[in-house]
């Protein structure tokens, strides 16, 4: 089976613009989270979407949304980016909600300037 | 906050060694898994160890739990250069729904 995939690898915004970051799970797989990764505050939970509705969902601003399309695949949206939004986002999936292990993919580096 | 802490930050060793990394954690939990991470990439799942396990084994790892002092500990044993990665360790809080807890992480090197 493919691994998950996450597109696209490395973007360069401006700040105030917006972003929009995309996650394929592994086949089969249902539920979608997303994990924003900095230095300082390491990795932490955005949301998770398990077919198609957002199951949870971090503390994070407004700004920061997502939705998970029938086929699985999920896209995560950041709009009016800050500086501090730079981080690697990372997509995980999950075979079933019963299931705790998650496989991840390799991230998006997102660089605001 | 839930989030974990890792001890220690940085670990250096040379291949053949030995590696202990230790987490606590603060909440009541189901279970702990460790990840592994090379280079600011994805993270890689090794091993998971329910709240009922004090002890599990898988390969040249080995994963202790003590939940009366929420604590556990990944021991990577005769550590080789390829395990040079940033560890985590990572659970899933009942409090907190799906979402995984990561620990800050520790880092380590192995050299040849």
């Known amino acids: 089976k493919a691994g998950v995939t996450q597109t696209p690898r490395y973007l360069i915004k401006t700040r105030g613009q917006q972003v929009t970051l995309s996650c394929s799970p592994i086949s089969g797989h249902r539920s979608v989270s997303w994990y924003q990764q900095t230095p300082g505050q390491g990795l932490q939970f955005l949301f998770e979407?398990?077919?198609?509705?957002?199951?949870n969902k971090g503390n994070f601003p407004g700004r920061f949304s997502g939705r998970q399309f029938s086929n699985s695949r999920s896209e995560m949206n950041v709009s009016t980016l800050e500086l501090g939004d730079s981080a690697l986002y990372l997509c995980?999936?999950?075979?079933?909600?019963?299931?705790?292990?998650?496989?991840f993919g390799p991230g998006t580096r997102l660089t605001v300037t | 906050s839930q989030q974990g802490e890792e001890d220690p930050q940085a670990l250096s060793i040379q291949e053949g060694e030995n590696a202990t990394m230790n987490c606590s954690y603060k909440?009541?939990?189901?279970?702990l898994q460790w990840y592994r991470q090379n280079s600011g990439r994805g993270l890689v799942h090794l091993i998971l160890i329910r709240s009922n396990e004090r002890e599990k084994h898988s390969g040249r790892l080995r994963v202790t739990l003590d939940t009366s002092k929420k604590s556990s500990s990944l021991l990577i044993t005769a550590s080789r250069a390829a395990d040079t990665a940033s560890y985590f360790c990572?659970?899933?809080?009942?409090?907190?729904?799906?979402?995984?807890?990561f620990g800050k992480g520790t880092t380590l090197s192995v050299s040849s």
């Open positions: 979407y398990f077919s198609e509705t957002q199951r």
């Open positions: 995980a999936s999950r075979g079933s909600l019963e299931s705790y292990e998650q496989y």
């Open positions: 990572a659970y899933l809080a009942n409090q907190a729904g799906t979402a995984l807890i």
């Open positions: 909440t009541s939990i189901n279970n």
